[in-house]
Every structure is written in structure tokens, then in C-alpha cells.
């Protein structure tokens, strides 16, 4: 085993999360991500994914555990009152794109992307709008800086909110399931949006039904269910060889592999 | 019994001036009326329980008495109470603004709630602060999605304000009114006065459609 010396970028220390006093969600989970990883999630649906990226966004309240950024830690639970505590200014690292695209539909496209720069981090609205010009034409959007979302296509709406997330130079992308409202034909091309960002070593943690998708793009699968982590490795073995007895079910279920 | 409209005619002075005291009364209560439902609305969706215990009783008050019964209020006990005399126009524009108030903070109450949950979500993500959530999230939709409903509440209260009459104010209703009386010609009197109020309402419930197919259009996600 050769020692590795880089702090771990995500540290996730026994999350517990439950809805009301008898839905438990995260049973104690325990992620370590390192710095370029891009990590896949996958499941059965109530196996916790999506409710572990929301807490990750600092989007629900947690039970007891605790999340550090970059060794920072920025949520946490505190004992006393069960109050959650998230830090703000680390989360501001972190971006998420959701399932449904979420844009805001009285803005047009460029505004979209300009509104948290220009508010939050006090950027000028021409360089703001220069480089949110500059990420549009690279996600093939040059032309749609002026359309309100109601007049896109879902494929290109997604475009544009991971393209506002990118806005405000996250160093961890998180996204949910941001395929699973596309019609099929569209899917391909917020994948290769995401495929491009893995490209320049975007670190990113995905929760995604499309196992083709999770293949190519994983540096490292996770399996979750009922709350904890199944199994943990490279996507060679998690999708292809699975140790663990219920991941291989779940593989077998959604490949349709027929014996 | 043959019907002479020219006696509407002799008159087209005195209903001008009773139509100008209706759009004037209309005008002035609607732009009250939807700032003060506006926040209102903020009030009944407001964290604080104080808030919205207040505008809630406000609204209920307002929406649960006739209009009429308002207006007798504000015009005959309001001056006593207060012991000051009030004039006609600012009794009718108290009355019919507080009317107002309590419908459209009703229409601006359904708007701010029929902002899912995910818009918020999405201003946590990007980092945005409670008063920009507020300013430039929630509030531009929330009022966008009022503006139909908005518009019927001022339709309606164009043609309500033809209750200020009741109490003497010199309104389209009002004047029609007296000049049936004094000709006794009410069949062509009153029609014309009917005609006068549909001709303005209902291209304005014409336009209520066309808006609200342009707002459904543009926030359809």
C-alpha cells in the first residue's frame, strides 16, 4: 500500500439523518473523497443518495455526524439541541445541479448565471456577463444568452445550471440525478457537459441511474443502500465484479443481465 | 312606451363627471389597495406569529362583512370615532383601499406560496443571502404570478365601486341614478350607465386572459 499524503477533499464522519422519528435515511455513513476524485453513487431509490448530496449542500438538517471541506469541517450536529451547523463561506465551495434544472424562470438565461456572482461575491455585471458569455459558448449555448428557461429545451436548461453553478468556481461539483428528467435523446448531452468538466479534473460526487454513464465517468463507485455503504471501490469492480452480495443484485436488476 | 335616449344626451356632462369620480376612485384604490396587500401578503406568510396574526384578522374582518356594511361603517362611525369630518372621496378611498387590501393580499399570498420549494434550494446552492433570496428570487416571481389575478381583483373593483353611491358619492352610479330620477326615464338612463361600466370592464377581463397566458407562458418550467 503506498501512503498517500493528500488530505482528503470530502470527509464525511458517521452522518446519521432521519425524516420524523421513524424514517431513517443515513444510518452512519463514513466517505472519504480525495481531491480529483469524481465519485458515483448508485442505489435503490430511499437508499439515502440524493438526501446525502442535499446534506452535502448543507440543504437538510442531519441527526448527528459531521462533513469537513478541504479540512474544514462545515457541517455538523450539535449535541445539546440538535441544532445544524453548516458554514456558509465553505459551502460557497461547493455546487450542486439538481433533477429539476431549478433555473429561475423570470430571468433570462445570462441573468441566470450572473445573479449569484454579482450578489454574493460583488462581481461587475460586464465581467460577470463576459464570462458567463465564455461558458455559454463552450457548453454550446452561445446563443441562447437571452432566452428565458421556458423556451428551452430541458437538455439545454440543464446545460445552463450546471453552467451557473461553474459560475461561481465551485471545487466540488454535486449532482442529482440531473439526467433523470430528460427525455432519452437529450441525456447525451448534459453527459458530455459533465464528461468535460471530469476532463479538467472537476472533483464531483453524481447520483445517477445510467450505468453507462456511471462507467465512464466514475473514478470510483459507491454502493448505498438502506442508509450505509455497501461497497466502495473502483467502477471496475463495483459495476463489473461486485464482492458484496446486494450489490450485485441491485447490477444484475439494472444492467437486466439474464442468467 | 317609447324609449327616448336623447334624454341620456341632455346629461353626457353629468355622467362624464360621474364616470371620471369612478376611474379616479378605481385608480387611486387600486394602487393603494395592491401596496397594502402586498404587504399583507408578506405579513400572513411572515415568520413572525404576530404578523401573521394580525393581517389575518384584518383580512377574514374585511372578507367576511359586505362591502356595503364598509363603507356605512367608515363613512358614518369611522368621522365620530375619530372626531374628525372627512370628505367624501377620502372616506370612500379608506373604505374601498382596505377592501382592496384584503383581496389582493390574498392574491399575493397564493402567488408566494406557489413558489416550489426547489427555487429555494436553488438559492441555498448558489450561496445567495436570505435578502437576495427575497428581493431577487422570490419576490419578481411571486409578483409576476400575481399580475392576472391582480388585474380581476381591479376589474372587480371598478365595478364595486359603483357602492359608494349608497353613501352619496357623486360616482357614475350615483349621478345615473339621480338623473333616472329626476326624468324618470330609468330604462334608457340605467342602460346607458350599465353599457358605460361593461364597455370599460370587458375589454379589461379580455386583457386578464391574454396576460395571464403570457405569464403562464414565460414561468412555465
Not at chain 2, 40 to 50: N, P, V
Amino acid at each position: 500500500m503506498t501512503m498517500s499524503f493528500s488530505a482528503p477533499l470530502v470527509k464525511i464522519k458517521s452522518l446519521h439523518k432521519s425524516y420524523g422519528p421513524h424514517i431513517q435515511v443515513l444510518k452512519g455513513l463514513d466517505i472519504e473523497m480525495k481531491p480529483g476524485e469524481r465519485v458515483v453513487v448508485i442505489g435503490p431509490s430511499g437508499g439515502g443518495k440524493s438526501t446525502l448530496l442535499r446534506v452535502m449542500m448543507g440543504l437538510e438538517k442531519i441527526d448527528s455526524g459531521s462533513i469537513s471541506f478541504a479540512g474544514k469541517p462545515y457541517i455538523s450536529s450539535e449535541a445539546a439541541d440538535k441544532k445544524t451547523v453548516i458554514d456558509t463561506e465553505v459551502r460557497r465551495s461547493i455546487g450542486m445541479v439538481f433533477q429539476h434544472y431549478t433555473l429561475f424562470p423570470h430571468l433570462n438565461v445570462i441573468q441566470n448565471l450572473i445573479l449569484a456572482p454579482c450578489k454574493v461575491r460583488g462581481e461587475n455585471k460586464a465581467s460577470a456577463t463576459k464570462r458567463a458569455q465564455a461558458l455559454l459558448e463552450r457548453f454550446g449555448l452561445g446563443a441562447k444568452a437571452s432566452a428565458y428557461p421556458a423556451q428551452l429545451s430541458g437538455g439545454q436548461k440543464q446545460r445552463v445550471a450546471i453552467a451557473r453553478a461553474l459560475m461561481l468556481d465551485p471545487k466540488l461539483m454535486l449532482f442529482d440525478e440531473v439526467t433523470s428528467a430528460l427525455d432519452p435523446e437529450l441525456v447525451a448531452e448534459v453527459e458530455q457537459v459533465i464528461l468535460q468538466l471530469a476532463a479538467q479534473d472537476m472533483p464531483m460526487m453524481i447520483v445517477t441511474h445510467d450505468m453507462w454513464f456511471a462507467k465512464n465517468i466514475a473514478s470510483r463507485v459507491i454502493f448505498c443502500a438502506g442508509g450505509v455503504v455497501v461497497e466502495d471501490g473502483p467502477p471496475e469492480q463495483v459495476l463489473g465484479s461486485p464482492k458484496e452480495e446486494r450489490t450485485r443484485d441491485f447490477i444484475e436488476r439494472v444492467f437486466h443481465i439474464r442468467h | 312606451m317609447a324609449y327616448d335616449f336623447s334624454v341620456v344626451l341632455r346629461f353626457q356632462d353629468a355622467l362624464a363627471l360621474g364616470l371620471w369620480m369612478t376611474i379616479k376612485l378605481t385608480l387611486i384604490c387600486v394602487v393603494l389597495g395592491c401596496s397594502l396587500g402586498f404587504f399583507i401578503g408578506l405579513a400572513r406568510t411572515s415568520r413572525s406569529a404576530f404578523l401573521r396574526a394580525v393581517s389575518s384578522i384584518y383580512v377574514e374582518f374585511f372578507r367576511g362583512t359586505p362591502v356595503l356594511v364598509q363603507l356605512f361603517w367608515i363613512f358614518f362611525c369611522l368621522p365620530l370615532i375619530l372626531g374628525v369630518e372627512l370628505s367624501n372621496l377620502a372616506s370612500g378611498v379608506i373604505a374601498l383601499t382596505l377592501y382592496m387590501g384584503a383581496i389582493t393580499s390574498e392574491t399575493f399570498r397564493a402567488s408566494l406560496k406557489s413558489i416550489g420549494p426547489e427555487q429555494l434550494d436553488a438559492c441555498v446552492a448558489l450561496g445567495l443571502p436570505r435578502r437576495v433570496q427575497v428581493t431577487s428570487v422570490i419576490l419578481p416571481q411571486a409578483v409576476l404570478r400575481a399580475v392576472p389575478t391582480l388585474l380581476s381583483n381591479c376589474v372587480s373593483l371598478f365595478k364595486e365601486s359603483a357602492l359608494v353611491s349608497a353613501v352619496g358619492m357623486a360616482d357614475l352610479m350615483f349621478v345615473g341614478q339621480n338623473i333616472s330620477n329626476n326624468t324618470a326615464r330609468p330604462v334608457e338612463v340605467l342602460t346607458v350607465v350599465a353599457l358605460i361600466y361593461f364597455v370599460i370592464a370587458f375589454p379589461l377581463t379580455r386583457a386578464v386572459t391574454l396576460v395571464e397566458r403570457r405569464v403562464l407562458a414565460k414561468l412555465a418550467i
